[in-house]
Each structure stands twice: as C-alpha cells, then as structure tokens.
C-alpha cells in the first residue's frame, strides 16, 4: 500500500511533476522492487510501485548497482536452500524502470554483502561476502552484464567465539579503502577486520595481515572518511566500525604500510554507544542490534555518521506513516553523529577524532536493515525489514538533522533487505 504525505498517490498519474528518480527495493520474499520516487509542484511527494521481478529468488539480501552501464546485481541469501545465488539485470531507462534478467547463477551459501571494483582497462570485478564464511570474487563483463567466478577465499576459525553468534567466521561487508588499494571484510563472527590488497594489473586479490576488534564485539559494517590536507596540517585516512553484537562505533586511524604490505588500524577515539545515549532506557537498549552505517556531508563542510538500530524500539507512540492511519506505531531508531572538520595531533603524533551524538530519530518502523541516503544528501530511505516497509525521510543538508515523520513510504513488501537510489553520475577507476 503507498502512502505519501498528504495522500496525493492517487493524482500521480495525471499531477506533473518537479522531480523524479528511481528506487530500487530488495526483499527476502525473493521481489526486487522498481519504485519512482516524486516531487510534485506543491512539494508533496509520492512512491509509486512501477515494476517487480522475482528473478533474485528465493531471499533477496543485498543491491548493488553498476550507473554507467545501466547494470543491477542482486545476491540471493538462500536462507531456505542450500546454496545462494547472484543475478544480474539490465535497467530499463523507460518509463517504468523494469529489470531485464541477464544472468543467474548459484553460488557459495549466504551472500549478503558486495563491491564493485576496476582496473586501469576497465576490467570490473565483483567482490562478495558470505556470511557462511567466504569471500568471492566475479568477473563482469559490464556491456553483457554477464559474470565468471573468479577467485574464493574460505575462512576458518581455531575455536568458537565468546558470543553464540560466533560460532564460525561471518564475513558481512566488502568495502573499498581511500586509495582503492585493499578491500576490508569486517568479520562478525571471528572478531576481525579481514584486509585484502587488490593486484592493480590482475586484479587478484592476496590477503594481508587481519586486523583484530575486541571479542565479542561483531564487527559488521564500516566507512571510511579521509580528512583533507591543509598548509598546517597533512590529511588523514579514518575508518568507523560499527559492531552488531557490542553495539558500538569504534574509529580508527589508517596507516598504508610500505610495499602493500597492508594496512594499519590505530584506535583514534573512544567507542561510543551507536544509540547515542545512556539516558534512552537502558532495558530496551540491551537488545540493540546496529545494522548499517553511512558517512554523510552537510553544507557548511561537516562530516557525520549515520547508523540504524534495530531491536530497541525507543520510540513507542509515533505518528503513522501511513496519513490514512492514525494508529500510532513503534519504531527503532535512526542516530546521528557529528565528526569533527579536522584532525589534531595528540601528543604521541597520533591523530585524533571525537565523535559527537547530534540526534536520534524514528525509522519509521522495525529492523531497518538498512538505508541509503540520495546523492544530494537530503533524503533517506529507510528499508524496515520485520515492518514490510520502506519510508523516506528528509535530511536537513545544513545541520544533517533528519526529520521526525517519513514524507512518503509503500507497505506490504515483506522482509525488506536493500535499498538503492538511482541517481547518481558514473564514476572512473578501481573501486568506483
């Protein structure tokens, strides 16, 4: 069911618009959604569902899309089967954004993570986390938007960890460094940052030196953010980990080692609570699960981290997304955090950042597992995975605040999983 600010969905049809872009929603039904995100002129807003395929059945987990060669793929965690899957579509640029299915293939058990990455011929590879303790690699030949594997990694762990979601190796990110050198694979389940440098003529990827986060913490996804260099002081490489089991945002400094030999991570600040402050009641707080973090900018040059919290339902008596209902609904919970515009140098030359709680906010819903900012910055849409539904909020580019009420969302979309926009510029080189 849509629902948008003042129930206009029923005039999108005939109502021009100001603006439109498109959404691309995942959902552990196995349906990938195509939805036309619109402004119209009395700056309303409406989600309209254009198209669905179910060609990344059965368990639709992760999104990532190719904006130059109009590519989407998409990893099946095949919870109810024995292997997963990865399937890759071609974008329809027409009016209603359907999916073309060009290749499906099974592949190792619970892909839930990806990344692309380039070589200096335009060679493209797609690099896969398995939460059952893999990482693979693909070839794509983006004009086909067709893939051969490539290489596998299989990770073991010497014995179990101290929590019982760590039992075995669980790989749940691949993300990209700075320097588009090394991907880094945050392992959940064996308490490591997993570091891999990337051949920038093969493409091969030859694993470095782990980098160990505190046990029983579970690692699950991080950003990086490099400061810039000034006439007094030299830039710096920092990553934010966010850990699913500890609940915390850890911030390290990144130093490159010589020869590629790997990467350095120095703790640079404090871990803070990723649900922003002890004074929330600390009860709920005890079943937080962080899901997603995302670095975003603000207008006057700011810097902040953003993290969804699910399985702690903070907010108990919200307005409905839906303005047709005026049952009031439990929600997580969206925080803000603020990072400082600049570095400083402590007294052992290290340098530092503190992180500063600026806001928590609803999600609009339960589990949002994850969400996606626009690429201006000032929506975010917000996939609730055991609501069914995808809200979209605005975010004040000036203060990076975001709103208290969804200005549109669509329910009845099952366990919602991914998110991403369509409408952002191609991007040139390895990693991008």
């Known amino acids: 069911m849509i629902f948008t600010s003042?129930?206009?969905?029923?005039?999108?049809?005939t109502t021009s618009t100001i603006s439109a872009t498109k959404l691309y929603v995942s959902s552990y039904t196995g349906n990938i959604t195509t939805f036309d995100f619109t402004k119209t002129p009395n700056a309303t807003y409406n989600l309209a569902r254009l198209d669905t395929t179910t060609g990344c059945s059965p368990n639709a987990s992760w999104l990532q899309i190719d904006v130059k060669h109009r590519n989407l793929f998409c990893l099946d965690?095949?919870?109810?089967?024995?292997?997963?899957?990865l399937t890759s579509f071609k974008i329809d640029d027409g009016e209603n954004g359907a999916l073309k299915l060009m290749k499906h293939a099974a592949v190792p058990a619970a892909p839930v993570n990806s990344a692309l990455y380039y070589g200096p011929n335009g060679?493209?590879?797609?690099?896969?986390?398995?939460?059952?303790?893999?990482?693979?690699?693909?070839?794509?030949?983006?004009?086909?938007?067709?893939?051969?594997?490539?290489?596998?990694?299989?990770?073991?762990?010497?014995?179990?960890?101290?929590?019982?979601q760590q039992a075995a190796p669980h790989p749940h990110q691949v993300v990209i460094d700075p320097q588009?050198?090394?991907?880094?694979?945050?392992?959940?389940?064996?308490?490591l940052l997993r570091i891999f440098y990337i051949n920038p003529t093969?493409?091969?990827?030859?694993?470095?030196?782990?980098?160990?986060?505190?046990k029983g913490s579970g690692p699950r996804h991080g950003v990086f953010h490099t400061t810039r260099r000034t006439v007094?002081?030299?830039?710096?490489?920092?990553?934010?980990?966010?850990?699913?089991?500890?609940?915390?945002?850890?911030?390290y400094n990144v130093t490159y080692l010589?020869?590629?030999?790997?990467?350095?991570?120095?703790?640079?600040?404090?871990?803070?609570?990723?649900?922003?402050?002890?004074?929330?009641?600390?009860?709920?707080?005890?079943?937080?699960?962080?899901?997603?973090?995302?670095?975003?900018?603000?207008?006057?040059?700011?810097?902040?981290?953003?993290v969804s919290n699910r399985n702690a339902t903070f907010f108990s008596d919200i307005k409905n997304p839906d303005p047709a209902n005026s049952t009031t609904i439990i929600s997580d919970s969206l925080a803000t955090f603020e990072l400082p515009k600049s570095s400083r140098t402590n007294s052992?030359?290290?340098?530092?950042?503190?992180?500063?709680s600026l806001a928590i906010t609803p999600a609009g819903g339960l589990f949002p597992r994850h969400f996606a900012l626009n690429a201006r910055g000032d929506k975010i849409a917000v996939g609730l995975q055991r609501s069914g539904r995808v809200v979209v909020y605005e975010r004040c580019t000036d203060t990076g605040v975001i709103g208290k009420d969804p200005v549109v969302g669509f329910e009845g979309l099952g366990e919602v999983s991914s998110i991403v926009w369509d409408d952002r510029k191609p991007k040139l080189g390895l990693g991008a």
């Open 258 to 306: 010589p020869n590629n030999g790997g990467l350095q991570f120095t703790p640079s600040v404090s871990p803070v609570l990723a649900y922003t402050t002890s004074a929330l009641n600390a009860t709920i707080a005890a079943g937080n699960a962080p899901a997603e973090i995302a670095l975003a900018q603000t207008n006057t040059g700011g810097n902040q981290l953003i």
């Open 348 to 356: 052992s030359g290290t340098q530092e950042q503190q992180i500063k």
């Open 232 to 251: 007094n002081k030299r830039g710096a490489t920092h990553y934010y980990l966010l850990t699913e089991i500890s609940s915390k945002i850890i911030g």
């Open 77 to 85: 965690e095949g919870i109810i089967v024995a292997n997963g899957s």
């Open 123 to 164: 060679t493209q590879l797609l690099a896969v986390a398995h939460y059952t303790h893999a990482l693979t690699t693909y070839t794509i030949n983006p004009v086909a938007a067709s893939f051969v594997p490539f290489q596998t990694f299989n990770f073991t762990m010497e014995k179990p960890g101290p929590k019982p």
């Open 6 to 13: 003042q129930a206009l969905f029923a005039l999108a049809a």
């Open 180 to 191: 588009k050198k090394y991907l880094i694979i945050p392992d959940l389940g064996a308490d």
């Open 202 to 214: 093969t493409l091969q990827l030859s694993e470095r030196p782990s980098i160990p986060v505190e």
